[in-house]
């Protein structure tokens, strides 16, 4: 059986629960290592229990990322500037030593996370897509949706859209933190603490790379293998 984890939705056709890359968790103060990793990983506010199920990728293989769809309002500066965020982010999160490694692919290939840039300014949910996961979804910025198997966590495949709303200098850091949350650590922080220094802080658009905490909850989520 499959679970989706995203934004507030209910995938169809599947039994599922539904946990946000735009829930967040509001804390005060800089948060040791272990609260901040169990923060992002499995919704867990510091000193309590988890809130969402921890889920990650087998580690086999490289995951493969592809830019899958491109609609007509993002040809041009937005697309060259999609299309390099994804390059960049990629980039750093291989960088980042641990046992998982990402590579893009071409769009007619196979692909475990799939990117779309979809034509909605998230006035109203997306229809007429014929896309599992993205047919009802209301997206303003960008939004991650992750399936995992029930009882293992293990994640099956992934999936982000961008709407028109996000602007196009926020390309960067959205695409940074919508792919590392694609990899499992799905929740964000409200805490001032942290703007300018996490991609997952949730009133933070600047963040381009991951931030010392950052990496090593992708580290703990990831250990690097021997």
């Known amino acids: 059986m499959l679970r989706a984890l995203f934004l507030g939705l209910t995938v169809l056709a599947l039994p599922c629960t539904a946990a946000s890359a735009e829930d967040y968790i509001e804390t005060e103060g800089q948060l040791s ?3 901040f990793y169990r923060l992002v990983a499995c919704a867990a506010p510091p000193g309590t229990a988890c809130r969402k199920a921890m889920v990650r990728w087998p ?3 490289p995951l493969r990322v592809q830019l899958t769809q491109v609609d007509p309002a993002f040809l041009g500066g937005k697309q060259n500037r999609a299309r390099a965020a994804l390059v960049r982010a990629i980039k750093f999160i291989n960088r980042a030593d641990t046992a998982i490694t990402l590579r893009q692919v071409d769009p007619d290939a196979e692909a475990d996370i799939r990117i779309y840039l979809i034509d909605t300014d998230g006035d109203a949910p997306i229809k007429g897509t014929g896309i ?15 399936w995992s198997r029930s009882g293992s966590g293990e994640i099956q495949r992934a999936k982000i859209i961008f709407g028109t709303r996000l602007h196009i200098r926020h390309y960067e850091s959205a695409m940074i933190e919508e792919l590392t949350q694609a990899l499992g650590l799905l929740t964000d922080i409200r805490n001032p603490d942290y703007l300018g220094q996490s991609i997952f802080s949730q009133d933070d658009n600047e963040s381009k ?3 010392p905490q950052d990496l090593m909850a992708l580290r703990r989520h990831y250990p690097p293998q021997e």
């Open 33 to 35: 290592d272990e609260d």
């Open 209 to 211: 790379d991951l931030g």
């Open 59 to 61: 580690v086999e293989r």
């Open 132 to 146: 599992e996961g993205i047919d009802g979804a209301t997206v303003t910025g960008a939004r991650v949706i992750v």
